[in-house]
């Protein structure tokens, strides 16, 4: 597919964690799915490409969910009342346990994927369930999707009860081993990521045997940090030999440094634990929805960044029932408020610019050069047409993009790229 074209609108970009650009009536440029940079004017060597004028629409990067459940999306919206180990237990463990069937996870599969072909996403990191067949068909209908992914067999072979707890550690590896080597080389734009689930899911034979793999294969780690009181406490429990959560993983090498690292929510942290983040670049899947839903807490988000530890955003579908990474930027604001008022008020409240660099540049730097239109990033846009919000005043296109991330729905979204080429 041809992606060498220019794209002319209103485009909103960071350029930093606190400094957004805004080009209005400019040209971004899409080269071999590349972005070129963005000009007042087109430069003489791209004069030839075909232009694209969006009118007064908005043209962003394309955002980034840093942690999502696939198969959590067919009970979204139900359990909300719950913590998070209730939660688990009463419906996210049954609701699993049925991807063990391929009709059933392909059909559950393809109604997730093409949500999220229709939101905001262009990109996302993705926790499958521990069955091989039905995480091969979840990366299939990704890949025929045109978005990009990392999507994980989940690991776990301990406390998932009789229907979803493998045998044993040694064929969870086996398995896992099974599904890198059954899917290896078939996808273009859908990788893989090793998957232990959490803590309390995986025993110290399995982190040593994940441990190995991920050196042997150079892959990435996701998986859960301190959620959840009750759950830190159990972990407590179960690996006594360890100061805390962090280094229940740190342990067998899967922290961050030479294993890239993504961790989800990390609300409840210790000092050292967040000295060893930064030492060690661990992502932060900053999950704010899903924190409020399970009543886990609030994460130092602000000191995270203020410590410069990679920070992105996550949907955490279905605790976070919702897979825009707009309505995440919202839920963060609202969330840091919370923190700055009732929790620790030297810690100022996130801004519009910080949110939206989280959703876009922070979480994009996963995937390596995405989530912005500076010269030589992936070129993943969206096209947004907000000329059905109605208002009185003059706005800015700041103050326009600011009120599509309250208020905009996968209606606005005319057009989606990824890589330069057209996803919707």
């Known amino acids: 597919m041809k992606t060498d074209f220019i794209l002319k609108g209103n485009i909103c970009y ?16 899409c080269v071999d799915g590349k972005s070129a940079g963005v000009f007042s004017e087109i ?13 007064d629409a908005l043209i962003v990067p394309g955002m980034v969910d840093l942690h999502a459940h696939a198969p959590q999306y067919a ?40 949500e999220l072909k229709k939101s905001d996403v262009t990109r996302a990191v993705i926790f499958a369930t521990m069955h091989v067949e039905g995480t091969k ?31 044993s550690a040694e064929k969870s590896l086996e398995e896992t081993k099974r599904w890198l080597a059954e899917t290896d080389g078939r996808f273009r734009h859908v990788r893989p990521i090793l998957t232990p689930r959490f803590i309390p899911s995986c025993t110290d034979e399995l982190m040593r045997g994940l441990a ?38 740190e342990q067998f090498g899967l922290f961050g440094g030479d294993c890239p690292t993504i961790m989800a929510h990390c609300i409840w942290m210790e000092e050292d634990e967040i000295e ?80 939206f660099y989280l959703g876009t540049k922070g979480g994009g730097a996963f995937f390596g050069k995405v989530g912005s239109f500076e010269e030589g990033y992936e070129f993943d846009a969206l ?17 326009r993009l600011e009120r599509m991330i309250y208020l905009s729905d996968d209606r606005h979204i005319t057009e989606k790229y990824v890589s330069g080429r057209k996803v919707k």
């Not at 930093?16 to 009536?25: G, H, I, K, S």
């Not at 294969?217 to 996701?222: A, G, H, N």
């Not at 947004?384 to 103050?399: G, K, M, Y």
């Open 383 to 399: 096209i947004l047409d907000d000329s059905n919000i109605a208002h009185p005043q003059e706005l800015t296109v700041r103050d």
């Open 137 to 167: 068909i979840l990366m299939e209908l990704l890949e025929k999707s045109g978005l990009s992914a990392y999507v994980g067999k989940v690991n776990m072979d301990r406390n998932g009860g009789k229907d979803l707890e493998e045998k």
């Open 43 to 55: 430069p003489e060597k791209y004069q030839g490409l075909p232009v694209k004028d969006c009118g």
């Open 276 to 355: 060893k983040m930064k030492n060690n670049q661990v992502y932060v899947a900053h999950c704010p929805q899903s924190n409020m839903n399970l009543s886990s807490g609030i994460a130092p988000v602000r000191r995270f960044l203020s410590e410069g530890i990679p920070t992105g955003l996550g949907s955490d579908m279905a605790a976070g029932y919702s897979t825009s990474i707009f309505r995440a930027m919202a839920d963060a604001i609202q969330c840091s408020k919370m923190r700055w008022r009732l929790v620790d008020d030297t810690q100022k409240p996130l801004t519009v610019e910080e949110t």
């Open 212 to 249: 190995e793999l991920q050196r042997e294969k150079k892959l990435p780690v996701q998986s859960h940090l301190s959620e959840n009181p009750g759950e830190i406490a159990w972990v407590k429990e179960l690996c006594p030999n360890v100061l805390n959560y962090s280094e229940a993983y």
């Open 75 to 114: 009970f979204r919206g139900l359990g909300m009342d719950l913590e998070l180990l209730e939660w688990l237990n009463t419906h996210t463990f049954p609701e699993e346990a049925k991807y063990s069937n391929e009709v059933y996870a392909k059909r559950a599969y393809t109604m997730y994927v093409e």
């Open 14 to 29: 960071s350029e930093t964690m606190d400094r957004l650009r805004v080009a209005e009536q400019q040209y971004v440029i």
